[in-house]
Structure formats: C-alpha cells, structure tokens
C-alpha cells in the first residue's frame, strides 16, 4: 500500500472511527484500526464486534493494499502532524507503515489484515432514507432514557418501528419512557416510506454513537438540512446499517420483546401545568445541585391560581450536608394542585431535549406517573414515574 493524503483528512477520519475501539476489549487485534485502499480513496475501519465503523477519505493511491494500524497509536500520532500531506507507505514483508509528513518520519508496527475480524458487506437494497437532522434530534430526544443495566439487554435498545410513512422510537429504562415519532407530512417528506412494516431494537449506544458520527462526518457547506442517512436491515435482521455521506455504521440487534410501552402511557390527568420549559431547567438544574447528594429527589409543589395570586410550580430540594434550594417558577394550572416529588436528574435531562418554549406537565397523582409534553409538538412525550413523598 501507498497513499497520500490530507492530514486534516486522516485526523477526521481515524477521529471517528476509532470512538469503538477499546482498551479494555478481550481480543488484542480490536484495538487495531483497518487501513486499506479502496477504489481510488483510503477506507478505515474499526470494529469492537457489536458495532463497527467505516469512514473513506480522498486522497492519492499509488498501490493498493491494507493493513491493521494500532488505533490510538495511529491517531495520537496523526493529530501532532502538521497541516500538509500525509505519506502512507506499507512494507508487508514486515507489516510497517512508514507515515512521512513535513519533518516526521515514523514507522509503526501493523498486524496482518488476516487477523482482523471480517466486516459485513453492506446490503443497503430497500434502505428507509430519512433526514439528517430530523433523525438525531429523534435519537436525542430518546435514547438518553434507555437503560444501562446490563441485566436487563432489552431495555438497553431503542425501539424502533417503521410503518408506512411513521418512524417511531421509544426508550425506557423502568423509571421513565421517552416516545418519538416522525412522519412524511410533518417532517416535509425528510423519511421515504418503508417497503414494509418492521421493528427492531437498535442498541441505544450505537444510536448516540451514530448522531455523534453524523455531527462530526457532515462538512459546513452540506448542513443545508437536506442531508439524507440511509437505514438498511440485512436479509438476516441480525444487524442494521446507516450510511450518511462517507460513513458507514453498523450495529447488532437486540434479541428480545420489548415491553408493550402504550400500557403504561396515562391518557388522563387532573393537574395540568403550562411552564417555560427553560425556566423549569433552570430551576431543576438549581435543585439538583442539593439532590445530587442524596438520592436526586426533588419535590414540585404545584399550586392552583388563587384570588390574589397567580399559579406557580414551587421546586424544592434538600441536602442533610449542604443544604437547601427552593424555586418558585411561574404557570398556568388546570385542573387541581399537587404535590408530587420526581428524579430531578430524569426531569432535567428530558427538559434539555425540548425545543419548543413552553412544556406541559401532566399528572393524576402524587403516586401516579406523569406525562411531560413540549406544547405545540404532539410527536414527542415522555413518561415519569414519580418518588416516595417522605
């Protein structure tokens, strides 16, 4: 193999590909990044056996070949290089790549591409297409609330179903749910519809993982919000796979049944609260500076309208060590008033991913879930449990 390239090109790419190698992974050769030539551009990828990442970079291709380079070794090494063209060249009688750049001259030793798990070749025949920027604000707004407890693989996935013109995803941990859909007329045609019904459960990791790869693979000039990302299952349904301009990423499923989540979604209230969701953050992210040292409750003191007083919502939390916080935020009420106490950290966390200026919060009781709602977006809602009053 011999190749040149950008340095600013080959810092981008080995930047996103190497975010799934691990130090800690089982099988030494994991740790390794794929460098191979690929019709005309330099193809890298790495793999931690669940997901796997591609990137191509443009560059010149004097002679074909590849080689698997010590990841982080590779990268540190390429982020010091200056801002100028970047020679590759692959002796594989000894499996070293010499990297030649301005003054530098390094030779790293490689591991024969023989060891290196076989990546699946892509089917992407019937893939959905759906807008960039619709697709990470869905995963945004859902995946934070997926599970992270090992012992419980399928609340660790993203559901996501797509039928027709819909795309739904849901997310739950046990403790909370967050619902997220899009369909052809209210996103402005950004999903092609689907060949046919399916449902998956997509590792809420490899999720994240994609809306950071999509953030960082898009340049400035093709953020015009008409960038598409493509999502293909193979005939297997053992995977799935996202390409967006030059990436390619491919993640396991689940294996499982994900939990009938309708159920569990109240379709009542007798509280209604009407606040600003940004001054609600506000007051939760104050609140949650005393919660934290406990164990994250806070308590909402929601107060009906009176004669000489408008509603409000009194957020309070305390600590035994540090002390105390109480914010009195300002709302229109429906309905009763309640006191009901939630995980200030789950309240916080949904409220940063609502855009809209004003948020509703739905309750029956001080025992019963809630239901939190951006006003004036019927395709998002999140589901709280709520916290023993003590």
């Given at each position: ?12 790419g ?8 691990s130090p800690?992974?089982t099988?030494p ?9 690929d019709?005309?551009?330099l193809?890298l ?6 997901q796997s990442i591609t990137c ?10 590849s ?7 590779f990268a540190d ?10 020679n590759?060249?692959l002796t594989?009688s000894t ?5 030649r750049c301005g003054?530098s001259?390094?030779?790293?030793k ?6 290196f ?9 019937g ?8 697709f990470?604000e869905?995963?945004?707004?859902v ?8 012992t419980?693989?399928v609340?660790m ?7 027709k013109?819909?795309?739904t995803?849901?997310?739950?941990d046990?403790f909370?749910?967050?619902v997220?859909k ?6 402005e ?8 019904p ?8 490899a999720l ?5 790869v ?7 000039g093709?953020a ?14 053992r995977?799935?796979?996202f390409?967006?301009k ?6 396991q499923?689940?294996d499982g049944?994900y939990p009938?989540?309708q159920?569990i979604i109240?379709?009542a209230?007798?509280?209604?609260v009407?606040i600003?969701?940004q001054?609600l ?9 005393f919660?934290?040292e406990g ?11 009176g004669?000489l007083?408008p509603?409000s ?10 002390g105390?916080?109480e914010t009195?935020v300002?709302a229109t ?5 309640l006191?009901?106490a939630?995980?200030?950290k789950?309240?916080?966390?949904v409220?940063?991913?609502i855009?809209?200026?004003?948020v509703a ?5 001080p025992n019963a879930p809630?239901v ?7 395709n ?6 709520p916290?023993t009053?003590?």
């Amino acid at each position: 193999m011999k190749a040149e390239v950008l340095q600013e090109n080959l810092a981008h790419g080995l930047s996103i590909v190497s975010r799934v190698v691990s130090p800690r992974l089982t099988l030494p050769v994991l740790a390794n990044v794929l460098v191979a030539t690929d019709e005309g551009r330099l193809r890298l990828s790495a793999t931690n056996l669940e997901q796997s990442i591609t990137c191509w970079i443009g560059g010149k291709i004097e002679e074909e070949g590849s080689t698997a380079v010590p990841a982080h070794t590779f990268a540190d090494l390429v982020a010091t290089l200056p801002s100028e063209q970047v020679n590759l060249t692959l002796t594989p009688s000894t499996q070293t790549l010499n990297i030649r750049c301005g003054a530098s001259n390094t030779d790293i030793k490689c591991i024969d591409v023989q060891e290196f798990p076989q990546l699946p070749t892509p089917e992407m025949e019937g893939a959905i297409q759906i807008n960039v920027a619709d697709f990470k604000e869905m995963i945004q707004q859902v995946a934070f609330a997926a599970s992270v407890d090992e012992t419980r693989p399928v609340l660790m996935g993203v559901l996501v179903t797509v039928d027709k013109d819909t795309i739904t995803m849901a997310a739950a941990d046990g403790f909370r749910l967050s619902v997220r859909k899009a369909t052809l007329s209210q996103a402005e045609h950004s999903l092609s519809p689907a060949p046919q019904p399916l449902t998956v459960i997509i590792p809420a990791r490899a999720l994240s993982e994609l809306a950071r790869v999509t953030s960082t693979s898009l340049s400035a000039g093709a953020a015009d919000g008409n960038e598409m990302i493509a999502m293909a299952l193979p005939n297997d349904c053992r995977e799935v796979i996202f390409r967006v301009k030059d990436v390619e990423l491919v993640s396991q499923l689940i294996d499982g049944t994900y939990p009938d989540y309708q159920g569990i979604i109240p379709h009542a209230y007798k509280s209604r609260v009407l606040i600003s969701t940004q001054a609600l953050l506000k007051a939760c992210k104050q609140a949650e500076i005393f919660a934290r040292e406990g164990t994250n409750v806070a308590r909402l003191n929601i107060k009906s309208a009176g004669e000489l007083e408008p509603g409000s919502v009194e957020i309070f939390a305390q600590s035994e060590e540090t002390g105390s916080n109480e914010t009195v935020v300002a709302a229109t009420i429906e309905g009763v008033g309640l006191l009901i106490a939630f995980n200030v950290k789950y309240m916080r966390e949904v409220l940063e991913v609502i855009k809209t200026p004003n948020v509703a919060l739905e309750t029956s009781a001080p025992n019963a879930p809630a239901v939190i709602r951006p006003v004036g977006d019927d395709n998002f809602l999140h589901v709280i449990m709520p916290m023993t009053l003590t």
